[in-house]
């Protein structure tokens, strides 16, 4: 995984090269490595472990959306946080992530999980951590993602102004500590998730609220709604 081997979009090339090169990559690039060479499963596959980034190019990036891990299930995880491939059912926390949209915004629910639509639109669905082993929450947690992500943010918090980050539960929020609220909009919820969503996720009006922003500072609004089938 050096520089040289990643499909990076370019202008994401440009702010993360440096970061290929640190001790934390190489040590991570070994131990996934070492990972396949012992059989584990490892999701999503290689080409699609930057797919947040490629779909989203930097200059481009309105709003960002924070998530924790992949899914770790068979033909889940594409790239993007809480979307799922045409054809995988669609995950509870995204279930819940389309009613909050059908009340705040009207959308109309579709019968799929996938997300694509929103990230071409500027939407950065960018997980915390970029894999994960199948049926094993978590297991690349602590291995070097969560410094390449940080600087992902860090970059979108000092070289970007005016964009609106979605902090979604605890692991979001501590995540997004560092974005400085005076320049960008900072809103922030319970996680979608079937535990914590009736705390506040719901009702919210975060969707909404990120549209205005973005019209009053002359950008274009995200058109929420999805293909109805994908």
Known sequence: ????????????????????DRDYMRQLRGYLRERKA???????????????????????????????????GPGQAHGLCFSVLPGVAVPPSLQNIYKELHADVGM??????YLQAWAEQGVL?????????????GAHQGRGWEQFTDAAVAALNSQREGLVFLLWGSHAQKKGAVIDASRH???????PS?????????????????NRYLESRGESAIDWQLPLEA
Not at 1 to 13: C, F, G, K, P, T
Not at 108 to 113: A, K, L, Q, R, S
């Open 1 to 20: 995984m050096s520089v040289r081997a990643v499909q990076l979009e370019e202008s994401w090339l440009e702010v993360l090269a440096e970061e290929f």
């Open 38 to 72: 012992q059989g584990a499963q490892i999701f999503p596959p290689g080409p699609q472990w930057f797919a947040a980034l490629n779909s989203t190019p930097f200059k481009r990036v309105k709003i960002v959306v924070l998530g924790q891990d992949p899914y770790h």
């Open 108 to 113: 109309t629910i579709p019968g799929h999980g």
């Open 125 to 137: 669905l960018l997980n915390n951590v970029l894999t994960v082993e199948q049926g094993q929450a």
């Open 185 to 191: 909009l900072v809103l922030k919820a319970p996680h």
């Open 194 to 210: 079937p535990l914590s969503a009736y705390r506040g996720f719901f009702g919210c009006g975060h969707f909404s609220a990120a």
